[in-house]
């Protein structure tokens, strides 16, 4: 066997990640030093969907499934040469929009609830408005670009808006360094955001409910039968149970039992950190579902409403407009109702309803009883 000096190599990594391509037989043999040093090639194993490749490289460690031994080894190479190239400080030529549109699948699509709307607005509205950032490589972005963007983006919307659309933009950095391979470092760290702006104080006045209730033709003892009516009831539901829109809207005879006032609410805003919610309704708002489920059950239908969240939102906007009704949002319904409630039950059970995990974020963002309601009681 040919005596092949491996010490004599210039770098000797490369020379392992060439090999990859070639038989598993060498007419030499590797000595276990190189393999040692983070060059060995990917650990294949047979398992019942395919064939599972192990990839570790300059401390970063990845697996994946494949249906055949070709596409795993495959998978395994592309990723051992992006790890080592970002090791080395050499990233691929992808651009901004490359990048976001690949977030989008790999995260934003695979959202629930109507945030994967807003969101994919957001990121269509980035990339039409900036093309010359959106078109930059992604690991060139610099701060300086996003100060620019930032800057633009002030002179049209508030620092709130400007905060919120950088929140979401962020964690395409994170995932395009960590996993990806696209970058080694943000450009978020180097600018500035805009404070964040004070939580709101407004809460809804029955005067203001009813002048919208009366404006879309409400009859609390009669179901809806237009759309504006079912806009108006969500409102009263959203009063009487302290739920967010898009939980409201997919109320159904399937998850609601009316006899044990209790709502069964398994994909919400924060499932991923409370998982599924059991919502305690109260007398009243089982008094007024029950209104609700009959219409269902005459219409042959499994849900309570027709409308989809982005048409409440529309109608809702008419009504309050219609009414001259300043500022009041349709949240703003939500946190009236915990504040009400925050006078009959404690804060734990307050937070059970709202499904809150962080108290500090019940208290600061949706208690909004006002000093003199305060000072009254005491």
Excluded at 162 to 174: F, G, K, N, S
Aim: hydrophobic share 40%.
């Amino acid at each position: 066997m040919p005596i092949f000096r491996w010490a004599l190599l210039p770098n000797p990594a490369e020379y392992c990640l060439k090999l990859q391509s070639l038989p598993a037989r060498f007419p030499f043999p590797i000595p276990r030093g190189i393999w040692q040093q983070g060059f060995d090639m990917a650990y294949l194993r047979k398992v019942k969907n395919g064939w599972r490749a192990e990839v570790e490289r300059a401390g970063v460690r990845k697996t994946a499934t494949r249906p055949t031994k070709a596409e795993a080894q495959a998978w395994a190479v592309t990723e051992e040469a992006a790890i080592l190239a970002g090791a080395r400080g050499e990233f691929p030529q992808r651009t901004l929009a490359e990048a976001v549109e690949r977030y989008r699948s790999e995260v934003t699509n695979k959202k629930t609830g109507s945030t994967v709307r807003a969101d994919n607005l957001r990121f269509d509205a980035w990339l039409r408005d900036y093309p010359e950032l959106a078109n930059k490589v992604f690991h060139q972005v610099t701060g300086n670009d996003l100060a620019a963007w930032r800057d633009a983006r002030l002179q049209h919307v508030s620092g709130a808006s400007v905060l919120r659309e950088a929140q979401q933009y962020r964690p395409i950095w994170t995932l395009a360094i960590k996993q990806w391979k696209w970058a080694g470092n943000s450009p978020w760290k180097e600018i500035t955001l805009p404070a964040a702006s004070y939580a709101r104080r407004r809460v809804s006045r029955w005067m203001e409910v009813r002048r919208i209730l009366r404006s879309a033709g409400v009859s609390l003892r009669m179901a809806p039968q237009t759309a504006m009516q079912e806009t108006g009831w969500a409102m009263m539901i959203a009063l009487h149970t302290a739920m967010r829109s898009g939980e409201i809207l997919k109320l159904s005879r399937s998850t609601t039992d009316l006899k044990r006032k209790v709502y069964e609410l398994a994909h919400h805003k924060t499932e991923t950190t409370v998982g599924a919610r059991r919502v305690p309704l109260t007398t009243r708002a089982v008094r007024l579902l029950k209104i609700l489920e009959d219409q269902a059950q005459h219409d042959g239908r499994d849900t309570y409403f027709t409308i989809s969240d982005a048409s409440r939102d529309a109608l809702y906007r008419k009504l309050r407009d219609r009414c001259m009704v300043e500022g009041l949002r349709f949240h703003d319904l939500r946190a009236t109702s915990l504040t009400l409630l925050s006078k009959r039950v404690d804060v734990m059970t307050l937070a059970r309803i709202s499904g809150h995990v962080n108290i500090n974020e019940l208290f600061n963002t949706y208690y909004r009883e006002s000093p003199e309601d305060i000072a009254a009681r005491i």
